[in-house]
């Protein structure tokens, strides 16, 4: 299956609000108690790497970010090879306009 991607301004306008889709945010916990898109999920890419995804709910379309848009791209890819539905957001949380929410990091 060829890659779906997305910006942030199309995840705002076109995704955001809509509960079809999953937002998973690939960034370090630090990083996402700082600022993240609300309701998203944080799951650090190296903890995502490591076949964490197998938890995930195969029948769910989820949208991949993280900084910049590197590892949300091999993530997607990933999870499009193990047959599960995926939109990478190409450009980053670094170009989210969009509300954040501030989460206390434990």
């Known amino acids: 299956m060829k ?8 995840l705002f306008t076109k995704y955001y609000l809509n509960y079809d889709y999953v937002i998973i945010d690939l960034r370090n916990r630090m990083d996402f108690s700082k600022g993240h898109i609300p309701n998203s999920y944080n799951i650090p890419y190296e903890m995502f790497m490591q076949k964490y995804y197998y938890y995930l709910n195969s029948s769910k379309t989820y949208l991949l970010i993280c ?19 995926a939109i990478n957001i ?7 306009k969009g509300p954040i929410e501030k989460s206390q990091f434990n």
């Open 3 to 10: 890659m779906k991607s997305i910006t942030c301004k199309e």
């Open 67 to 85: 900084e910049g848009g590197e590892r949300s791209k091999k993530c997607t890819e990933l999870l499009l090879k193990n047959n599960y539905k």
């Open 90 to 96: 190409s450009d980053g949380f670094i170009h989210w």
